[in-house]
């Protein structure tokens, strides 16, 4: 029997869509897998209700297809299934390295990260690496065609995650289809900051690079609050402020020790707009581990 423990993850950060992503000290998820003659699957946790137990709609069921690897599967789910922190990755991130160790399978943690998105898009449709290359690998993350390259980073950030359920689905289908040249050089620009931030643990700098385009913020309209959010915790200390992946947790950087006033404006922000809210002081953490 092996159990692992992945992170919750926060992909896009504003000027990386479909590319950045960063592993969360917590929530997570918490998975343990037995050799079994077939695939069975058990969640139980936050949100159970929501996610399949049919091997092949759940990203660990198709990850243990993926590893020819049949096993008895229970997920402890930590992570709330359409919060924009990488529920499903979460899962496909610990089964993959669970059912690697459990199988001597011998795949290297960038393979590993191939084998989860290949779960990930049995679930989304796309197979984005962008939440399940943190939770595999930790710290932050860029994920390309060819490539995936980690960053070890230490950055104390607040993910907030508001009772609004936004699917990625729906949230893919309001991001524009092409941008302006000018955005494409500000965006450009954030990114690399953003990227050198997080070399420094500079959390100014990260902070800067945060700021959302139109891609990301094509989703803070399915956010009820989200500007009064923003607001409240850049005027708390933050230094920056995103859509947290598709969405609806909201994402700021803290300063060094920042997250408590931060986390307790954005609540406040989201309680003024009618809407319940659950923060997490956290900061960029490591990747998914056998317990
Ligand atoms: N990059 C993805 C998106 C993350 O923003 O749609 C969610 O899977």
Redesign the pocket.
């Known amino acids: 029997m092996v159990t692992v423990r992945a992170p919750a993850t926060s992909?896009?950060l504003g000027s990386g869509?479909?590319?950045f992503?960063l592993a969360l000290e917590r929530p997570a998820d918490v998975v343990r897998v037995e050799r079994a003659d077939e695939t069975t699957i058990e969640v139980t946790g936050v949100g159970r209700q929501y996610i399949p137990e049919n091997p092949a709609k759940n990203t660990a069921g198709v990850v243990a297809e993926e590893l020819d690897a049949p096993a008895h599967i229970e997920i402890n789910k930590g992570v709330r299934p359409s919060s924009?922190l990488?529920s499903?990755?979460a899962s496909a991130a610990a089964a993959a390295v669970a059912l690697n160790e459990l199988y001597d399978r011998g795949l290297t943690p960038t393979e590993l990260v191939r084998v989860a998105a290949e779960g990930?898009a049995a679930v989304?449709g796309?197979a984005?690496a962008?939440?399940v290359a943190p939770a595999i690998l930790g710290g932050f993350t860029i994920v390309t065609d060819e490539d995936v390259t980690q960053v070890d980073a230490s950055i104390p950030v607040v993910a907030c995650l508001p009772e609004i359920v936004v699917s990625?689905r729906d949230?893919?289908q309001v991001?524009p289809q092409s941008v302006e040249i000018d955005e494409l050089v500000s965006t450009v620009g954030d990114a690399a900051t953003l990227t050198a931030g997080m070399f420094r643990n500079d959390p100014e700098l990260v902070g800067k690079g945060l700021r959302n385009n139109s891609?990301?913020g094509a989703?803070e309209s399915l956010i009820k609050g989200f500007d009064a959010v923003r607001e409240s915790a850049l005027s708390a200390g933050a230094t920056g402020v995103a859509?947290s992946?598709?969405?609806p947790s909201v994402l700021a950087v803290c300063r060094e020790g920042g997250q408590s006033s931060v986390a307790s404006a954005m609540l406040d922000a989201f309680f003024d707009a009618g809407v319940e809210a659950r923060a997490y002081p956290t900061s960029v953490g490591s990747g998914a581990a056998i317990l």
């Open positions: 992909a896009n869509f479909d590319v992503g924009g990488g499903s990755a990930e989304s796309e984005h962008d939440n990625t949230a893919r991001v891609l990301t989703r859509v992946g598709a969405g």
